[in-house]
T-cell receptor
Framework: EDKVVQSPLSLVVHEGDTVTLNCSYE??????LLWYKQEKKAPTFLFML????IEKKSGRLSSILDKKELFSILNITATQTGDSAVYLC??????????FGKGTRLSVIA | DTGVSQDPRHKITKRGQNVTFRCDPI?????LYWYRQTLGQGPEFLTY????????KSRLLSDRFSAERPKGSFSTLEIQRTEQGDSAMYLC??????????FGDGTRLSIL
């Protein structure tokens, strides 16, 4: 059975801290891995990773994929209260559009 | 830029009633997906369309669930004879082939 596991499930940090969110997967027919941020409503797209070892960066957020060890990390530097959300990792397979992990709930306190 | 639009935002109904949700994708996207999300879980894939063709429907939760996309634009998800366990957020997403999916705000279904 295809599986995506995120850790930690929840995390509380202070503003200015750096956090690393983890996503590991055991799937067949891997195509790519995506990260989303979900606040109260729709998951919003952050990154799409297809190749191993190439870091994607957007402002204070960055992500990288390791296809040999089957995991990805999402880093957030200099966290702000607006970063508080659930961060979802999802894997695109050949025959099932997205398989999601349970998410990591990040709370950033002032 | 109009994103994915879902209607209604919230639906409250009695057990045993039928409900229908609508999704309008981003206009240039030919793929449309339905997911269900319950509290504390990631979205769970239900079904998807490429244009008007339904390419995968084996993940629909039971035969009470059905989806259509008759003209390859908007889609509807219907649940017949609703049960308590159907209470969840139903999310729609759209994309072009090989591109990331973009989600709507969802329809929250509450079964009394």
């Amino acid at each position: 059975e295809d599986k995506v596991v995120q850790s930690p499930l929840s995390l509380v940090v202070h503003e200015g801290d750096t956090v690393t969110l983890n996503c590991s997967y055991e799937v067949t027919n891997f195509r790519s891995l995506l990260w989303y941020k979900q606040e109260k409503k729709a998951p919003t797209f952050l990154f799409m990773l297809t190749s191993s070892g190439i870091e994607k960066k957007s402002g204070r957020l960055s992500s990288i994929l390791d296809k040999k060890e089957l995991f990805s990390i999402l880093n957030i530097t200099a966290t702000q209260t607006g970063d508080s959300a659930v961060y979802l990792c999802a894997v695109v397979l050949a025959d099932t559009p997205l398989v999601f992990g349970k998410g990591t709930r990040l709370s950033v306190i002032a | 830029d109009t994103g994915v639009s879902q209607d209604p935002r919230h639906k409250i109904t009695k057990r045993g009633q039928n409900v229908t949700f609508r999704c309008d994708p981003i206009s240039e996207h030919n793929r449309l997906y339905w997911y269900r999300q319950t509290l504390g879980q990631g979205p769970e894939f239900l079904t998807y369309f490429q244009n008007e063709a339904q390419l995968e429907k084996s993940r629909l939760l039971s035969d009470r669930f059905s989806a259509e996309r008759p003209k390859g634009s908007f889609s509807t998800l219907e649940i017949q004879r609703t049960e308590q366990g159907d209470s969840a957020m139903y999310l729609c997403a759209s994309s072009s082939l090989g591109q990331p999916q973009h989600f709507g705000d969802g329809t929250r279904l509450s079964i009394l």
